[in-house]
């Protein structure tokens, strides 16, 4: 079966950075377009960055130039690194896959900013 496996997340000080990355399975990885998102307590998921299978990249405004996405097909993973995080950037992360129809999410790992 289709698993997306987020691994990284962890707490953090304002400033610091993390690198998030979520292995696939189940899924021909190279054809899927792939996705960050958050969501915060008590807000709705919000995109953060994806990349698609050519490799063209798109970040929420909030996070351009200090988030970084990549792909490594040849691993079937995608990661997030982020740095210069702030408390705002808070939340839990998903990974996602999507190919046409097919949309797949990771369970989300918590990414706490604190001093």
């Known amino acids: 079966q289709v698993q997306l496996v987020e691994s990284g997340g962890g707490l953090v000080q304002p400033g610091g950075s993390l690198r998030l990355s979520c292995a696939a399975s189940?899924?021909?990885?190279?054809?899927?377009?792939m996705g960050w998102y958050r969501q915060a307590p008590g807000k709705q998921r919000d995109l953060v960055a994806t990349?698609?299978?050519?490799?063209?990249?798109n970040y929420e405004g909030s996070v351009k130039g200090r988030f970084t996405i990549s792909r490594d097909n040849t691993k079937n993973t995608v990661y997030l690194q982020m740095n210069s995080l702030k408390s705002e950037d808070t939340a839990v992360y998903y990974c996602?896959?999507?190919?046409?129809?097919?949309?797949?999410w990771g369970q989300g790992t918590q990414v706490t900013v604190s001093s």
């Open positions: 996602n896959a999507n190919f046409r129809s097919y949309n797949y």
């Open positions: 990349i698609t299978r050519g490799g063209t990249t």
């Open positions: 189940g899924i021909i990885f190279g054809i899927f377009d």
